[in-house]
């Protein structure tokens, strides 16, 4: 799920060496169609094209990065927790609110027990349980679909301040909306810090730069006011 | 969903929102909701799905949200029709999948 699609999908596709097909979201048509909010979120659908479970975070396996990506992350935790101490604040792991309230390890079981067992799975759920376990979405929800896609829009025709200000609108309409913002905020950040490997994990103002961040906040404020299964909700 | 224009046909209405218009009104799912006036109209059908019509006249388009008429997402647990490129710019769809289970994993490289 990122506008620049292929470009950007490319190397981890490749590396996975997955077998299933692969493809790209350039228009984050999964967030209106089926209420996505977050990556990774994972739906299941039935032989019959019925859904029986709407978008949930789920995992296949502990995740694991890459040694850089690994060591870019310890960093920022360290520079949160050095920051947070010298202002007199109890440090936060940033970690914490992100990995809190989940047991990813068994996704990957319950996805298996339904392949194995189908409807009758405890995992499966029926139509109107899923409806109801959907995502709220009330008018300010489709408006902020609506702003991200006209921010969207505004950035690929090059006019970014445009299109920061409609994202800035759909943050504040759908707040626990987290690909909408990363989205945003990796597409900026990556420019400030001018590409390269990390760029787009970039997601919020380059130290000494604060004042050229555009939006109100970035991932590392979010991440550090969260509560444990904010980020990532239990469904499971 | 951007417009570049407000009278945009049925078809590519029921393309762009995945509801198709009837002569019961605009219909996904199971679920039905008629209309007042005729012939279809983005606007009126747009407010009674709870869609979010906004207007962005510096730059002459217009962008359509999803439907909120329910309060839910999902109006209907039958998955809707996705049509999205793969890494080489072939089209995929995911009614192609009929027949076999279907898991579906989003991710992002950032």
């Known amino acids: 799920m990122d506008m620049d699609g292929a470009a950007s999908a490319r190397e981890w596709v490749e590396a996975a060496g997955a077998e299933h097909p692969s493809l790209v979201d350039t228009q984050h048509q999964l967030d209106a169609l089926f209420g996505v909010v977050n990556v990774p979120n994972v739906i299941w659908i039935d032989e019959n094209g019925v859904i029986v479970r709407p978008p949930e975070p789920g995992w296949a396996a502990p995740v694991q990065y890459p040694g850089w990506l690994a060591s870019r992350l310890d960093e920022q935790v360290r520079n949160a927790v050095a920051e947070a101490e010298a202002e007199g604040r109890e440090p936060i792991d940033p970690r914490r609110a992100m990995t809190g309230g989940q047991d990813r390890d068994s996704y990957a079981d319950a996805v298996r027990d339904w392949a194995r067992h189908g409807a009758a799975s405890r995992f499966a759920m029926t139509t109107e349980e899923v409806i109801r376990a959907s995502r709220p979405r009330d008018p300010h929800r489709s408006e902020a679909a609506a702003r991200f896609d006209l921010g969207r829009h505004l950035w690929e025709r090059g006019e970014r301040s445009a299109a920061i200000e409609q994202w800035k609108i759909c943050h504040e309409l759908q707040p626990e909306n987290w690909t909408y913002k990363r989205q945003a905020w990796s597409l900026v950040g990556n420019e400030q810090l001018g590409g390269g490997v990390a760029g787009r994990f970039n997601q919020g103002p380059l130290p000494g730069r604060e004042d050229e961040w555009p939006f109100p906040s970035s991932f590392r404020d979010d991440v550090a006011a969260m509560e444990p299964g904010e980020y990532y909700p239990k469904t499971m | ?110």
């Open chain 2, 1 to 110: 969903m951007i417009l570049e224009r407000l009278d945009i046909d049925t078809d590519s209405f029921a393309a762009g929102t995945g509801w198709v218009i009837k002569p019961e009104g605009a219909c996904k799912g199971e679920v039905c909701v008629p209309f007042l006036r005729r012939p279809f109209d983005v606007v009126e059908t747009a407010e009674r799905l709870g869609m979010a019509l906004v207007h962005e006249p510096a730059h002459g388009v217009w962008a359509l949200g999803p439907e909120s008429l329910t309060g839910r997402t999902l109006v209907s647990a039958e998955a809707p029709e996705v049509v999205l490129s793969d890494l080489d710019g072939n089209e995929f769809r995911l009614s192609s999948l009929r027949g076999r289970k279907v898991v579906i994993v989003s991710w992002a490289p950032y």
